[in-house]
């Protein structure tokens, strides 16, 4: 079992590009989730979804955006990269039976 | 106000020594539950310990335990017998509401605890 995989790992963008971070999971759980941190600082929760097709804004959800199509997949999509977007992105799962929830390793963005 | 608050930026204790990590937060929920992960410097997000609003026995996970006081509205992490190898940053997070509303995280800023041989 992988677990949760995400790539790419690093990525530099321009100002004004956009690009979309990919999360996987195999571990058939319900729930996914996209977080952010920022250089010394806790995690905040960008989108959230409880299952395929259904999606949330999570507490910073301006410029991104997130789709569901499948249990494995939940891709985060950046428009029109800003330098405030530099951060770490993070995905997660969990399942509805439990409440931990599980990591990939993260996704260092630059925008510059 | 902020949801979860970790009031130690960083600390330091030696190497075989006990510390305590505080946790504080803040929540109108009657159903909810406080996580701890430790990030060390390679950046991975790892689960330590979870206790839930209505547990009656404090959570305990080999060398962690976690010190609920409800009333107070606290829960704060014990390291016993600390190892170099816990030099990182640690963080506090809350679920709040019941499972069926997705079980998101909110955390707080984190607390950096340096272990010194």
């Known amino acids: 079992n992988a677990g949760v995989t995400q790539t790419p790992k690093f990525r530099i963008l321009k100002i004004g590009q956009s690009m979309t971070l990919q999360c996987t999971q195999d571990?058939?759980?319900?729930?996914m989730y996209w977080y952010r941190q920022d250089p010394g600082m806790g995690l905040k929760l960008i989108y959230y979804?409880?299952?395929?097709?259904?999606?949330d804004k999570g507490e910073v959800p301006n410029g991104y955006n997130v789709s569901r199509s499948t249990t494995e997949d939940f891709p985060l999509r950046l428009e029109l990269a800003a330098p405030s977007q530099t951060s770490v992105y993070f995905c997660?799962?969990?399942?509805?039976?439990?409440?931990?929830?599980?990591f990939g390793p993260g996704t260092r963005l630059t925008v510059t | 106000a902020q949801k979860i608050t970790q009031t130690q930026p960083g600390m330091f204790v030696q190497e075989k020594e006990a510390v305590t990590l505080d946790c504080t937060y803040d929540?109108?929920?009657?159903?909810?539950?406080l996580f701890w992960y430790k990030q060390p410097s390679s950046g991975e997000m790892i689960f330590l310990i979870y206790?839930?609003?209505?547990?009656?026995q404090n959570a305990t996970e080999g060398r962690y335990s976690l010190n609920f006081q409800k009333a107070r509205k606290s829960a704060n992490l014990v390291i016993s017998a600390s190892q170099l190898g816990d030099s990182a940053m640690y963080f506090c997070?809350?679920?709040?509401?019941?499972?069926?509303?997705?079980?998101?995280?909110?955390f707080g800023g984190g607390t950096r605890l340096m272990v010194k041989p």
């Open positions: 997660a799962t969990g399942s509805h039976t439990t409440y931990e929830q599980y």
């Open positions: 997070a809350m679920r709040e509401g019941l499972g069926n509303a997705g079980n998101m995280l909110t």
């Open positions: 929540t109108s929920d009657q159903s909810y539950g």
């Open positions: 979804s409880v299952g395929a097709g259904i999606t």
């Open positions: 571990m058939n759980h319900n729930y």
């Open positions: 206790q839930g609003s209505y547990d009656e």
